[in-house]
C-alpha cells in the first residue's frame, strides 16, 4: 500500500476520530511547550538579573522551576494518552473493514499507528511555533511565563538584634496581595557576621544590590526601628527602589530617647564583651523586653536571634546607627527627597518618646503618622492585624499614586558632605598633654586648643588655619558650625589637606566614642573667610555650648 493511501486513510474517519487528532494533537503542543520551558530555564547560567521574577533571578530557585516544568509535562503526556483512546470501538471497526478491504496486518497496524504519529507530529510542530512567537514577540531574552505584571512588592527590613522572623505576624497578610522580600541585615539573623562593614550607608547598599538582583523597584519599604535607619539610607542611595517609606517605632536620632543603662553597659570596652558572652538567656530575654509593652512575653526564638549575633555585629551595628543619627537626623534627611512616608509608633514604646518621635515626622510634607494604642516597641510583633493593615493601606495608595509606566525617580546629584563621622580606626589619635584642660578653651570633655589665626595660611583663595581638638574619654561628642556662622566657616578633618572649594568643608564632625584612654584626635583645621573670631557649637551629653576661637 503507498504512503499516500496509508496517510489518507489514517486520518479519515468520522467527527469522533477528528476530535480524537485534534485533543492529542494538542496535548503533544502542550507537553512541547513545558519541555521547552523547562529546557531554556536550565541553560540559564549564574545570576540572571535581566528577569522579573525571582524564580529565573536567582541560580538556587531554578533547578525547582526546571523540574516543575518537567513534571507539568508527565500529566499533558498521560491526557495525550487518554485521547487515544477516545473512539475506540469505532475506530476498532473501521481498521477491520480496512482489514478486509485487503490490507495486511503490519499495513493496519501501521494505519493506527499513523494517526498517532500525525497528530502528535502536528501538535509539536504547533507547540514549538507557539513557544518561539510568544518568546520572540515579548522580549527573546524572557520566557512567555516572566512577563506578567509583577505582584507589587513589600520590603521588610528588621530591629537591631533581630532577624525576618520579627515579620512572621505580618507576613500572612501582605503575602495575599503583594510579593513580600525580608531581608536579614548584615550581622544579623542567617547572614554573614564579616569583621566590619557595618555602617548604615555600607548596610543599605547591601539591600540595594540584594533588591536590584530581585528585580524589584519602587517597593513600600517598611524598616522597624534600626531598619527604619537603614531604610532612611537606601531611599538616599537609591530613590528608584523605594516607592514608599514606612517607619516602625524608630526616632529621627538618639535624642528622643534610648536604651537603659544596662544595655548600653554592653557597649563598654572589655566589660560589654565580657558581659555580652557571659548574660544568660533568662537576662537577654528580660532585656529584649524593652522592645516591646510592659509586661509582654518575648518569644524564646528572638533570643535565638540575639545569640546568632557576634560581638563585632552587636557592637558596630549599634554605633553605625547612632552615628547616621548624629550626622543628620532622619526626618531632616528624608524632608528633601520627597518620598511618601508613614511613621508608626507604639503607644507604650519604652525606648523613645513615641509622641515627640511622630511629632518630627509630621513636620515633614505628606507625611502621614499613626499611633497604635497597646503595643510598645514592636507592634509588627505586639499588634501584627493592626500593622499590616496600615502598612497594606499605605501600599495601596503608594502604587496609586505611582502607576506603572511613570517616570521613575532619579537620584539626586550628590552635594558636598555637611556632617562627617570621626571613627577611631580613621582618627589620629594619640596621648593627649597631661594640662590639655589648662590649654583648652573650654574644659570638660571636649575643647580646641587655645591660640589665634596668626599662624593661618591662605590656600587656593581660602585662610586654613590648623587647630587641634582634644576629647576625653569615651563620650560621643559633635563639633558643629552654627548656621550664622556657616557662610564664613568649614571644618576638615583627619589630615589637613587642599580642598576644592570653601563649601567642600563639612559644618559638623561627629567624633564617635574610641576603646582608649583620654586622647587627643586631629580635626584637621578651620577654614576661614577672614580672620576674624569665629564661633563654635560643641555637643555633649545633650548639652550645647558656644565656644569663641580666635
Not at 545569640?307 to 554605633?319: E, I, L, P
Not at 561628642?477 to 587642599?498: K, N, T
Request: aromatic share 6%.
Amino acid at each position: 500500500m503507498k504512503a499516500s493511501t496509508l496517510a489518507r486513510l489514517a486520518v479519515a474517519g468520522n467527527r469522533t476520530d477528528l476530535l480524537r487528532t485534534v485533543l492529542t494533537g494538542l496535548s503533544a503542543g502542550l507537553a512541547v511547550v513545558a519541555l521547552l520551558c523547562a529546557a531554556t530555564v536550565a541553560s540559564i547560567q549564574g545570576w540572571a538579573e535581566r528577569y522579573s521574577s525571582a524564580l529565573l533571578v536567582e541560580p538556587g530557585l531554578r533547578p525547582g522551576v526546571t523540574m516543575a516544568l518537567v513534571l507539568v509535562s508527565f500529566p499533558v503526556l498521560a491526557l495525550a494518552g487518554q485521547c487515544i483512546r477516545l473512539g475506540a470501538p469505532a475506530r476498532d471497526r473501521r481498521l477491520a473493514a480496512i482489514r478486509l478491504a485487503g490490507a495486511t496486518p503490519r499495513e493496519t497496524t501501521l494505519i493506527a499507528v499513523a494517526e498517532t504519529a500525525v497528530a502528535s507530529a502536528l501538535g509539536g510542530v504547533l507547540g514549538l511555533v507557539a513557544y518561539l512567537v510568544a518568546r520572540e514577540g515579548v522580549d527573546r531574552h524572557r520566557l512567555p511565563a516572566d512577563v506578567l505584571p509583577p505582584a507589587p512588592a513589600i520590603v521588610l527590613i528588621h530591629c537591631y538584634t533581630c532577624a525576618i522572623d520579627w515579620w512572621d505576624g505580618v507576613m500572612p497578610a501582605l503575602r495575599k496581595t503583594h510579593r513580600v522580600v525580608a531581608i536579614d541585615l548584615l550581622g544579623h539573623g542567617g547572614s554573614e557576621k564579616p569583621g566590619s562593614g557595618y555602617s548604615i550607608d555600607e548596610q543599605a547598599a547591601l539591600v540595594a544590590q540584594a533588591l536590584s538582583r530581585l528585580g524589584v523597584k519602587r517597593a513600600t519599604v517598611v524598616g522597624h526601628s534600626l531598619g527604619g535607619t537603614v531604610a532612611t539610607a537606601l531611599v538616599e542611595q537609591s530613590p528608584d527602589l523605594v516607592g514608599g517609606l514606612v517607619i516602625i517605632d524608630q526616632a529621627p536620632d538618639s535624642s528622643y530617647g534610648g536604651l537603659n543603662l544596662l544595655a548600653k553597659i554592653g557597649y563598654w570596652p572589655v566589660i560589654g564583651e565580657a558581659i555580652w558572652r557571659t548574660t544568660p538567656d533568662f537576662l537577654v530575654k528580660d532585656g529584649l523586653g524593652q522592645a516591646f509593652a510592659p509586661g509582654y512575653d518575648v518569644p524564646d526564638r528572638f533570643v535565638d536571634d540575639f545569640r546568632r549575633m557576634t560581638f563585632t555585629s552587636y557592637d558596630d551595628a549599634a554605633g553605625a546607627e547612632e552615628d547616621y543619627t548624629d550626622e543628620e537626623p532622619l526626618d531632616e534627611r528624608l524632608r528633601p527627597t520627597g518620598v511618601r512616608l508613614l511613621a508608626i509608633f507604639g503607644s507604650e514604646d519604652q525606648i523613645y518618646d513615641e509622641r515627640r518621635a511622630l511629632a518630627a515626622y509630621a513636620a515633614i510634607p505628606d507625611a502621614e503618622t499613626k499611633l497604635i494604642e497597646g503595643p510598645g516597641h514592636s507592634p509588627n510583633v505586639e499588634a501584627p492585624a493592626k500593622t499590616a493593615a496600615l502598612i497594606l493601606r499605605f501600599a495601596r495608595q503608594t502604587a496609586a499614586a505611582q502607576p506603572p509606566g511613570a517616570p521613575e525617580k532619579q537620584p539626586v546629584a550628590a552635594a558636598p558632605p555637611a556632617h562627617f563621622v570621626a571613627r577611631c580606626d580613621k582618627a589620629i589619635i594619640g596621648p593627649g598633654p597631661a594640662d590639655w584642660r589648662k590649654r583648652s578653651i573650654v574644659a570638660g570633655n571636649f575643647g580646641l586648643a587655645q591660640g589665634d589665626f596668626g599662624t593661618a595660611q591662605v590656600v587656593n583663595g581660602v585662610l586654613q588655619a590648623k587647630r587641634m581638638a582634644l576629647v576625653a574619654g569615651h563620650r560621643r561628642i559633635v563639633l558643629r558650625v552654627p548656621p550664622a556662622e556657616r557662610s564664613r566657616v568649614r571644618l576638615v578633618y583627619g589630615l589637613f589637606r587642599s580642598l576644592d572649594s570653601f563649601a567642600d568643608g563639612p559644618v559638623q564632625i561627629t567624633f564617635a566614642p574610641c576603646s582608649d584612654k583620654p586622647r587627643t584626635v586631629w580635626p584637621g583645621g578651620l577654614l576661614l573667610k577672614d580672620r576674624r573670631p569665629v564661633k563654635l557649637e560643641v555637643i555633649a551629653e545633650g548639652k550645647t555650648k558656644v565656644i569663641s576661637v580666635r
